[in-house]
């Protein structure tokens, strides 16, 4: 790090990672000494404290397992650098990048997240999961997300703090992340990387944390813009009722009080939406 380079903070939550936390925190003391080093132990059962102290880094324990969204808000907490590097204590993710992700960051972003490639994916499965996460996170903010679940990230730590009350304690607060930084305005950009083969158990479930990522996208699209999500399910709503008049009419030459309903609903649930809208702007204006 050059002496003008602002204050460095790097993050590592660790549940059960004694076989690869003291190779990940040797590697990034040796190429930032400077830095903050912070091994978040999330109640672990093994020696991931101590090796994490043997190599040189600062441990802050959990009294028991509290889920590694949690483990990221206490290091949000305690890290007093002014930028914050997030990494997986687990041999993912490769100490060498983070001097990418440094440099990226300082030409004007807020944050910077490692992009996976396609072929550092854990399994064909969960590679279609997270295209699928990609394109509907673009869609639902506008921009591009090219990786939605990635855990390797550089932010500035005030704007991260921000949204520390919105963060889940379980595996989704890449995904909360992302969407709040995009729709609060922030510069977002995204540095390719090569994720490497975990060492040890990983501790997603596929199915279970899919289907949470999923709700976290759409909570937070309905948080900062209610809209992106009312206005196609009203449009549903009329298609349905249009669809249902057209057979009604062909067949009975009759108005069906279904198309009634059905139109209503979709009148009704456009309105709601409407009224959220204006409700997060002034919500969001009044935090700002």
Do not use: C
């Amino acid at each position: 790090m050059r002496k003008d380079s602002p204050a460095l903070s790097v993050v590592l939550p660790a549940k059960n990672e004694a076989g690869a936390v003291g190779a990940t925190v040797e590697g990034i003391r040796s190429r930032l000494a400077d830095a903050e080093v912070l091994v978040i132990d999330d109640g672990s059962e093994d020696d991931t404290a101590s090796m994490a102290k043997a190599f040189g880094a600062a441990v802050i324990s959990h009294p028991y397992s509290m889920g590694n969204g949690a483990a990221i808000k206490t290091g949000a907490r305690h890290a007093t650098g002014e930028v914050i590097v997030f990494m997986d204590a687990d041999g993912q993710h490769d100490p060498a990048d983070i001097p990418r992700l440094l440099e990226r960051l300082g030409r004007g972003f807020d944050m910077v997240v490692g992009a996976r490639s396609n072929d550092s994916q854990a399994s064909v499965g969960r590679g279609l999961a997270n295209r699928f996460y990609n394109r509907l996170a673009s869609w639902m903010v506008g921009q591009r997300v090219q990786d939605l679940t990635s855990g390797f990230r550089a932010v500035k730590a005030d704007k991260f703090r921000e949204f520390l009350h919105l963060l889940p304690n379980g595996f989704s607060y890449p995904t909360t992340t992302t969407m709040a930084f995009f729709r609060a305005g922030y510069p977002v950009a995204y540095e390719p990387i090569v994720a490497g083969k975990r060492i040890g158990k990983s501790h997603i479930r596929l199915v279970r944390d899919g289907i949470r990522f999923l709700l976290i996208i759409f909570k937070i699209g309905t948080l900062y813009s209610p809209l992106k999500l009312f206005l196609p399910i009203a449009f549903a709503h009329f298609l349905l009722g249009l669809g249902y008049y057209g057979y009604t009419f062909t067949v009975d030459h009759r108005l069906s009080s279904i198309t009634v309903f059905l139109w209503s609903a979709s009148v009704t649930i456009f309105l709601i939406g409407l009224v959220s809208e204006q409700i997060t702007q002034l919500m969001y204006k009044r935090e700002r």
